[in-house]
C-alpha cells in the first residue's frame, strides 16, 4: 500500500517583498514498510520538505495524501490528522522545557485520550528502547543533546502512529546511539510503519531503503 504520496510540491516561503521558492514540484511515494531518507547540503529544502510530509505545513501547489487520504488545507484538520497518524522527530527536538523526559512522552497520549496506566507503560517502555529508563524524571534541561534527542524519538512513536517523520533524529548522538536509534526507526518500517527521515549520517543512510537527494528544492529519488 501507498502511505504517503506527494505529487509535484510546490512550496515558498515570503520574505520581506520577496518569495524564496524551496521546493520546486517534488513528487514522492513511500510506501508501507519503507524507510527512505532525504540528503543534501544545508538550506537545500530538506526540513521544508519533511514539514510537508509531516502536514506541519501545507504546499502552495500540488497533494499530499497519507494512506489514500488527502490532506486538507485546514490547519484544524491537519492537526487532528497528526494527532492520530503522524510521529514526529523535530531538528531542533521541541521538548516542553516544564515536563520531565516521561511527561514529555505522556503527553501525546494524553491528548488522545488513552488511559493513563496504558500511557504509563508504553511510555515507560518507550523510555527503556531508548535506554533511558533510567531518566525518566529528569527535565530536558538536565539530560544532555543526545539524551533529548533519544526523548524526542520517543515521543513520536508514543500513539504508534503510522506515517513517522524525523528530521536529523541522529544529529547530536555518538555512534552507539546513532545505530540505536537507526535500527529503532529500521524496525519500526519494518513493522509496516512508513518513515522518512533526512540525514547526513551514514548510519542512517546504510538502513535506509532508499536514498533520495534534496538540491536546491528539487529531489532525485
Ligand atoms: N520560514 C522561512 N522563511 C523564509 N525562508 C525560509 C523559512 N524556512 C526556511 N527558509 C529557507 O528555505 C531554504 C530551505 O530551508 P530548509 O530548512 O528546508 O533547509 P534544510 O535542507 O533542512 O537545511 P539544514 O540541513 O541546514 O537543516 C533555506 O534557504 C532557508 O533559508
Ligand atoms: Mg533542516
Known amino acids: 500500500m501507498t502511505c504517503i504520496e506527494l505529487t509535484n510540491v510546490w512550496k ?3 520574505l ?3 518569495r524564496i521558492v524551496v521546493l520546486k514540484g517534488v513528487s514522492l511515494e513511500v510506501r508501507e514498510g519503507e524507510l527512505v531518507a532525504v ?3 544545508s538550506g537545500a529544502g530538506k526540513s521544508t520538505l519533511l514539514n510537508v510530509v509531516s502536514t506541519i505545513d501545507y504546499p502552495d501547489k500540488g497533494s499530499v495524501y497519507h494512506m489514500g487520504t488527502r490532506i486538507r ?3 484544524e484538520w491537519r492537526a487532528k490528522w497528526r494527532r492520530k ?3 514526529i522527530v523535530f531538528q531542533n527536538v521541541q521538548l516542553i522545557p516544564t515536563l520531565t523526559a516521561l511527561e514529555n512522552i505522556l503527553l501525546p497520549m ?4 488513552v488511559p493513563r496506566d496504558r500511557a504509563l507503560r508504553r511510555a515507560r517502555s518507550l523510555l527503556q528502547l531508548m535506554d533511558l529508563a533510567d531518566k525518566a524524571d529528569r527535565y530536558p534541561a538536565e539530560l544532555s543533546g543526545g539524551e533529548q534527542q533519544r526523548v524526542a524519538v520517543a515521543r513520536a512513536l508514543a500513539n504508534d502512529p503510522k ?5 536529523e533524529p541522529v544529529s547530536n548522538l555518538d555512534p552507539q ?8 526507526l529500521r524496525s519500526l518500517a519494518d513493522s509496516g510503519k512508513c518513515v522518512v527521515v533526512s540525514t547526513h549520517e551514514e548510519e542512517l543512510k546504510s538502513v535506509s531503503d532508499r536514498v533520495c537527494q534534496m538540491e536546491r528544492g528539487v529531489l532525485r529519488c
Open 177 to 184: 546511539n546513532r545505530s540505536k536509534v537507526a535500527s529503532v
Open 39 to 41: 540528503v543534501g547540503p
Open 163 to 167: 506515517v513517522v517523520v524525523a528530521d
Open 16 to 18: 520581506g517583498n520577496k
Open 110 to 113: 494524553e491528548l488522545n485520550g
Open 12 to 14: 515558498s516561503y515570503k
Open 85 to 87: 497518524n503522524v510521529g
Open 73 to 75: 488545507k485546514s490547519e
